[in-house]
């Protein structure tokens, strides 16, 4: 099929690179130059695992091309998916102005018929707005279809995920749409959820916001795991054994992040406003993910005390590991708050330094872990990189002015890291009995 994605982001370069992979010939359009003449000389503006061989190997095969002319990918291709940026604007609400963008260009350029399908997360109701624009700005008598086919892959996993899902939602009116959407995606041999347009769209933004009430609900229990001494990782494991609850998104920590979680929730909690409902739960879970960040910098305060002039280590500044994703990352905020209690700050991550820089001032950007560690006062585990799984703790232990580690994602046995000298505070995690 010859298909045109617009927005190449991590959605639209991704799904770009993995419908090419499935066959197709695929043009990924993006309004930022900079980044399709990156494209164009094989550089690939994101580190995502996989993503660079993927990409080259189907741009040399002729079968992945990069456009700035939405009108080239338009008039190419039958089927276009639109994978622009939805960010939140200041009161929550999805701002759709990308989208719109989009979708005007779209109908300007459209000579025959196309099936425009929404890929971006979207509020409930933005398919009604898609049609209303192709219709008003249309220039030639042609026909269309509008589909909402929610994008659900993971960053850091993303290509694993697009090529093996655990099902596809298709939105639709027509019969046509939906088959020419279930013959693209026929090769993956992923269940097929068929519905209607809101129905898609809500799909998901209800399972994004699920998955955040999970972490925000096992943070609340590993508060209490903290006041009364129990261990959040046993008692997630006896939640998670129960197949209706699952084991998945039960890990305690400092709360979620990332460019989708955050926004998705606020977008979800202004459009069911909108609609006339208050959805309190959605509320809660937002603060309590707040609450986590907080939290987390109070544990390191009741551990060092006064933070002026302390210098702290930090590993991970990516929302999760795997990706160079700083987006609404927890670790931003943190260390913030830190340098606002005049600590100094010197911190290492595998992939998003780089990104890191523009958001941080006055950070010291370290070599590898270890020279993160040296000479501070305590630890810090924020992302949890599976090179920090496994770093020499003896050395750690020198180069620290304290053995103190303050894990915010758990990724240490507490009774390990007390047998080799650390005071080692985690999030719900039972401390060793004191001698
Ligand atoms: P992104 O910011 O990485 O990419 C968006 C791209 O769209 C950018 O390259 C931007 O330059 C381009 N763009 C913006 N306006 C444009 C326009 N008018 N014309 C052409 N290009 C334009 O965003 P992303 O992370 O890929 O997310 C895209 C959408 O997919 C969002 O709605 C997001 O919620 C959703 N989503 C993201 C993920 C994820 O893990 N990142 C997963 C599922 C769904």
Redesign the pocket.
Known sequence: MNISI???????LVSGACFAELGNNVIC????NK?ITSLKKGIIP?FEPGLEELAIANTKKKRLKFTSS?KEAVLASEVIFI????PSSENGEADLT?IE??VRNIAINMKKYRLIVE????PVETGKWVKHTLSTYINHKVKFDVASN??????GQ?INDFMHPDRIVIGVESKKAADILAGLYKPLHAPLVITDIKSAELIKHASNSLLATKISFINAVARICDIVGADIIEVAEGLGLDKRIGEAFLDAGIGYG???FP??LDAFINISEKLGYDFQLLKAVREINKEQKAFFVKKIKDTLWILKDKTIGVLGLSFKPNTD?IRNAPSIDIIKALQQEGANIRVYDPQAMEKAKGLLDKVKFCQDSYDACRNSDCLLIVTEWDEFKELDFSKIKKLLKRPIIIDGRNIYDPRKMEKLGFTYIGIGRRQAPKK
């Open positions: 617009i927005g190449t982001g991590y959605v639209g359009c993006d309004n930022d980044k994101i939405i994978a622009v940026g939805t990308g963008n989009v890929k971006s997360t979207v929610p994008e659900f892959l993971r960053e993303a990332g460019s989708c926004k998705d994703d």
